[in-house]
């Protein structure tokens, strides 16, 4: 495979399950992302990671707990989520921090929480 | 970051040309232009980057204005497979730590057949 892979492309969870999001870049890039799109809006970065290490956290909530336990691989947990947290969640990669404007973008996760 | 301006959507007839026009008055120096678009419910895709020269690539070609206060994004031969929403963003060369590359809400391309 090539590119950034991102499953599953669908999740449907309830308020009280555990769920996680998995996201694997083949590229041999060293900078991996999560981001959030919710319907109508803009995309919003939610975790940085650099070399395995977080570097940036938007103001996330603690119901979104990331990891990241190689420069390939990225997870993002979630646990006790809202309806509202309904979204697209994307994972991108870049070759490293100062290449952040040039992103490869996974196809996504749709998650629906009832 | 400089901000951007881009009409909110645009029509092109499948096979012509299409020209997506960016403002960004306020751009300094060391900033680049970028355009990245997505289809729907797709992961955003990145197409193009310049500084002050035009560009080109084998998805399309950026025109950057002499005063370097827009831009324009061409696809040369429209196909359907092109219908998604352009973003339009400017951004200095960061070097360090990863910094945000923030979207905004980009303009609505829908190819006709």
């Known amino acids: 495979e090539t590119g950034v892979t991102q499953t599953p492309r669908h999740l449907v969870m309830g308020m009280t399950n555990k769920k996680s999001l998995k996201c694997e870049q083949h590229l041999g890039h060293n900078a991996m992302y999560w981001y959030k799109q919710s319907a109508k809006k803009p995309l919003e970065l939610m975790f940085v990671y650099n070399f395995k290490e977080q570097t940036e956290n938007n103001s996330v909530p603690s119901r979104f707990s990331p990891e990241c336990p190689n420069s390939s691989h990225l997870f993002l947990h979630l646990h006790t989520l809202q309806p509202e947290d309904s979204a697209l969640y994307l994972c991108?990669?870049?070759?490293?921090?100062?290449?952040?404007?040039?992103?490869?973008f996974g196809a996504g996760s749709r998650l629906t929480v009832l | 970051d400089a901000k951007t301006t881009q009409p909110p959507s645009m029509d092109c007839a499948e096979g012509r040309a299409a020209n997506l026009p960016c403002n960004h008055s306020?751009?300094?120096?060391?900033?680049?232009v970028y355009w990245y678009r997505q289809i729907h419910s797709q992961g955003p895709q990145y197409i193009i980057h310049?500084?002050?020269n035009n560009e080109t690539n084998e998805m399309a070609s950026l025109i950057i204005t002499e005063d370097r206060k827009s831009s324009t994004l061409i696809l040369p031969h429209a196909t359907l497979r092109d219908t998604a929403v352009y973003y339009c963003?400017?951004?200095?060369?960061?070097?360090?730590?990863?910094?945000?590359?923030?979207f905004g809400s980009g303009t609505q391309l829908t190819v006709l057949p």
């Open positions: 991108a990669s870049s070759q490293d921090p100062s290449g952040a404007n040039v992103l490869t």
């Open positions: 310049g500084l002050k």
């Open positions: 306020t751009i300094s120096g060391n900033e680049y």
């Open positions: 963003i400017v951004r200095s060369i960061s070097s360090g730590s990863a910094r945000q590359l923030t």
